[in-house]
């Protein structure tokens, strides 16, 4: 059995620094593990968010040697352990405590989009062709890393206006379901600021869902604000066709 | 009414922000009820998250022939007779529009070729019952919940715990509770609460639960006066992961059954066929978990003491579209490509049939103005539940009992006022465990509790090893209430471990309790020194209250079922599914 070493966080909003821990490793183990034997060995009071230790729920974000991961998908055999393990919580939101942050803003976000808004009197049926796309989106377990990586969020704050690329999934998650009557455009080019998303990619490289944040989402969101307000043509034309675009 | 806490007033208090709980606050702000939910994690973390295979709900898309009759049959002959027939039947009729509506909030089902809810087999269902999303169904149904939820009116309390319902006269009107933030209390009054706070699954090693499944709602309902009713009945999965040691218990699900995987033991062959050769590994979940043990224990196990689930004899691109994060469960952690190679799998602590004994029709309990849903509350699902039919229970019950406490709380003119007492003892005993100078950690009791319910209350039971339990549990006991935390107040584990270690007992004890009263097997309940299933334990129920200091334990007759049901359920399965 090899023993490596680590280096958590501790600290709050004030302030705080990297503590070094100790810890036995064990066949197959992931980071998660690590952090709650640190708890039961010598850090009972580390605080730290998980739920469901096989990356569905999104609680264990977290930066491991820099990189925005799930700790409980993060396997120790993965990482150089002649060096120490570093944990730090996720940038872009506040420190509460330790490896917890404050990502209540998400929450507030979320509420600021309509929901989704069925047709009149449509048949409740469609094809699985149809609803592929969408449930793509819908597989998003909200562990906000593709937040936390979004230069716009880290440079700007999250009190710029803009909504950042989980928003953006979720915005496409209805507005490309097939029995959605509502048009939310204008919410995405006011409200969310899709149009400072510049398509860096960043998002879709952290995302442990495997989304195509950007090409499948933002890019053909920001293609219905382009013809919703900026294409006075292609608006007549839609409001003609009573299409949302495709 | 004390001024140093923070205050909040509310017609419905819901506890827990799971399915059960999110269905019961939309039901209760739609009826006119002004609602808060308190949840332990962030919103959309609860259990209900992590559900995968899907939700049964007798749809009849796939077999047309099914109906809420039969699904009322295999649920009652899968729990064996001891569900509350009422909860089964208004399950069993309501689920199908239950699941419709949350198509109409926004999920988004896997289709059938004709446009349709798609449905696939489960273990104990005679049709193809369970509407389904790949294995992720359950992140469908609260993220789909939740999203509908918040453009509703309730007021949510995320990472908020509650450790205590303050009663007046005999009926509930309040509720202490902690922000885990800053480890400041708040104090809410209520005319009706909801408890819908899940299982207890942490009271045992090895499991499929998280860290919330400390057994709140069954702990805070009892110490309130409320009948808990099947605590003997714990579910043991029979697929949970057993290799590498980090992952085992993570649950593998019962849709890579459902989907055709075989289940053979280190010698090659599908052992099933000795244990139920009709319906092999579609049999119900007591059945397979005690084959696989059965298996291990004579020396046929796995390398890592399983046995092997195999499903790479179907197309690799139909396994990853069916059973996607199976896929990736097995190889991100694993190392094991389930499209070519078997699982490693055995028996993992998994779910709760006991609990909060409650009126079908509205969900309350034996104590006034206290209701209970989801995995909190018993009887729906007697000796055994067939999976899928947690999900569809979450939301027929969870809609009734928002629906019964906002009517309840009608009939209330305004709030209570909660004795002062009652709210210092609930401060004190929250900071009692700041102000040991010494004491053991909470994650070694924690440690040893799991430890002891892991060997003495599990799969197989025996009178002697329950009555070690039960010293066991009553050393630990002693042990809790001399815990000793260190650190501040903010976001400190240690601390909440400390304060869940109580529920934690006091559902391990009402288990081991039941466990010794029911001198029979029957279902998920396996007596070792009484291994048949006895006639005369068919007709009760066994249930726990509190009686003074003391837990006593009780039988009672099993509600009578109408004729006409009953004839349901004795008839053939051709009979019924016509
Ligand atoms: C891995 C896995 C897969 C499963 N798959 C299926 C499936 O395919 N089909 C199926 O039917 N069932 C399945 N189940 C079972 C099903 O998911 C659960 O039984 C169900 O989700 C429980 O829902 P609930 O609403 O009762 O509780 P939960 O969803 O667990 O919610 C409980 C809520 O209560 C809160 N809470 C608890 N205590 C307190 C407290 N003291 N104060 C404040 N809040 C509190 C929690 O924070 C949480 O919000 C599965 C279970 C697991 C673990
Ligand atoms: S692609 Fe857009 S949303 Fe994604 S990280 Fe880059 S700027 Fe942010
Ligand atoms: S889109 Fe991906 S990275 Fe972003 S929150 Fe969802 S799952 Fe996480
Ligand atoms: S604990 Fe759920 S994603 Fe890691």
Redesign the interface.
Known sequence: MTEAVFHVFRGDAKGGSLQPYKVQVEEGMVVLDAIHRIQAQDAPDLAVRWNCKAAKCGSCSAEVNGKPSLMCKTRLDALPLDQPVVVKPIRSFPVIRDLVTDVQWNYEVNKKIPPFTPKKDAPWRWMQEDIDRVQEFRKCIECFLCQNVCHVIREHGVKSGFAGPRFFVRVASVEMHPMDDLNRTALLKDEMGIGYCNITKCCTEVCPEDIHITDNAIIPLKERVVDDHYDPVRKIFRLLSGKKSS | MSARFETHDFDVLVIGAGGAGLRAAIEASAAGARTGVVCK???????T??AEGGVAAALGHVDPKDSWKVHFRDTMLGGKMLNHWRMAQLHAQEAPERV?EL????A?F??TA???ILQRNFGGHSAPRLAH??D?TG??MI?TLQ??G??QGFEVF?ECTVSRLFTEGGRVVGAFAYRR?NGRFIVFRAKSIVLACGGVGKSFKITSN???YTGDGHALAYEAGAELVDMEFVQFHPTGMV?????MG??VTEAVRGEGGLLRNSKGERFMEKYDPKRMELSTRDMVARAIYTEVKEGRGSPHGGAFLDISHKPADWVKKKLP?MY??FM???DVDITKGPMEVGPTTHYMMGGVRVDPDTGESTVPGLYAAGESSGGMHGANRLGGNSLSDLLVFGCRAGQGAADGAKTRSGQATIDAGQIERAERAMLAPFERADGP????VH?RLQETMQSLVGIFRVDEDLQKALREIARLREETARVR????R??????H?AIDLEAMLLCSEAIARSALVRRESRGAHSRLDYPKTEPEFGTKNTFVKKDGQAMAVGQSPLPEMPAELRAIVDAELEAVKV
Do not use: C
């Open positions: 994690s962030l919103l959309g973390k609860a259990h998250v992590m419709r198509e109409r909030w926004g988004v896997d289709r004709d446009g349709r999303v790949g992720r992140l469908e993220r999203d509908h918040v453009h995320m933030e998280s860290w919330e290799w590498p040691p980090g992952v993570i649950l994060s990736h469960q991100d952690l694993a950690s909470p994650y070694d440690a935390v260190t650190g501040s903010e976001f400190n584990p240690g601390w471990l």
